[in-house]
């Protein structure tokens, strides 16, 4: 699960892609309710740093880069 630390470790442009990211996510698989902060939360690192490479695959260099610091703060707040 993401803490508090983790996402306050963000800049807002990363908050924005990690929550455009999960949401996407979260809506093709059909999950019934809306997502939200509270289910943002709720996602693993290992899963997050899954679903970042999926959405990476058809980014410029420069969204690509803001993937990696995405990345590298949330593994540096645990």
Excluded: P, V
Aim: hydrophobic share 35%.
């Amino acid at each position: 699960m993401l803490t508090n630390n983790q996402i306050d470790s963000l800049s807002e442009d990363e908050r924005c892609y990690l929550y455009y990211a999960l949401n996407t996510e979260w809506t093709s698989l059909n999950m019934g309710y809306d997502f939200d902060w509270y289910i943002l939360k709720a996602f693993r690192n290992d899963t997050i740093q899954h679903i970042l490479n999926k959405h990476s695959s058809n980014l410029t260099d420069e969204n690509k880069g803001i993937i990696i610091e995405i990345l590298k703060k949330l593994q540096a707040n645990i």
